[in-house]
């Protein structure tokens, strides 16, 4: 546990010290001092049109592998919660796409992240964007009240992905489904070899392969799971698109198992959105 709680504190002060560049508090990202990021991250994963209406610091904080909303297929009215919602990029962008009748949350365990994305949210007009402060191991929202889970290159810095994975059941209402953009290994490379290809703040050593994301997702009960390659982002380092609904008859929510630590649902933040996203 000790190593888990050592490992989330990393993550967590690495993306501190990007919020905090961004707004001009701070010099370091990612824990490595330095703000290089592969340019396999961040705004590029969007179209011109999205990045043109979003304020300037949301469009710098984002640290993703992917566009999820390019594949969440939102509609209006929908609820949709973003997983280490950092800056408040595809918060925005859902609060948009869902419309006044719709909301969009974000969760976020980084306290800098939060308040960078409360004053994106402030400048873009968001009113039906939320930002939650907690871990995306312990939501700190109702069982099924979402729609739709989106998720931008965090669950793989995950200590605890059975939990995350449980956790998204839980909150989907049934029938819900999941758009995210997630680093994913090729099957054959094993632990020590992802490692070697990156940390875990740069949204690498902590992938998954696919067979295990898959297995993972079926066991929290998730079905028609889809994992799609995007682009390579190191050596059978994959950005890839995670598809899964939860079926429409679904009774109760799958246990966590024994070994999976949870931290508790944190209080909400404030109105108005840590990894990557």
Request: hydrophobic share 40%; aromatic share 4%.
């Amino acid at each position: 546990m000790s190593d888990q709680s050592d490992l989330r504190e990393t993550v967590r002060a690495g993306y501190a010290a990007a919020a905090l560049q961004v707004t001009g508090g701070g010099t370091a990202c990612c824990g490595s001092g330095s703000t290089e990021i592969d340019e396999s991250f961040g705004a590029r994963t969007y179209g011109d049109e999205d990045l043109s209406a979003l304020p300037e610091d949301a469009v710098a904080a984002s640290l993703g592998c992917g566009n999820p909303l390019a594949v969440a297929e939102l509609r209006e009215g929908e609820r949709v919660l973003d997983l280490g919602s950092g800056g408040g990029i595809d918060v925005l962008l859902s609060a948009r796409r869902v419309g006044p009748d719709g909301k969009a949350y974000g969760l976020d365990m980084t306290e800098e992240m939060l308040a960078l994305a409360l004053a994106n949210a402030e400048k873009a007009g968001a009113r039906n964007a939320e930002f939650l402060k907690g871990t995306i191991e312990a939501i700190p929202l109702p069982a099924g009240t979402i729609d739709v889970v989106i998720s931008n290159c965090v669950i793989n810095l995950s200590v605890d992905k059975p939990a995350v994975f449980a956790e998204m059941f839980r909150v989907l209402r049934p029938g819900g489904r999941i758009g995210i953009s997630d680093v994913v290994a090729e099957d054959h490379l094993t632990p020590e070899q992802r490692a070697e290809r990156g940390n875990y703040v740069g949204c690498i050593a902590g992938a998954l392969s696919y067979a295990e994301y898959r297995a993972g997702l079926e066991t929290a009960g998730f079905g028609d799971a889809e994992i799609t390659p995007a682009h390579e982002v190191a050596e059978g380092m994959w950005s890839a698109i995670v598809r899964a609904v939860k079926p429409a008859d679904a009774q109760g929510t799958p246990a966590v198992p024994a070994t999976t630590e949870s931290t508790g649902a944190a209080a909400a933040a404030g109105s108005g959105g840590s990894c990557c996203g």
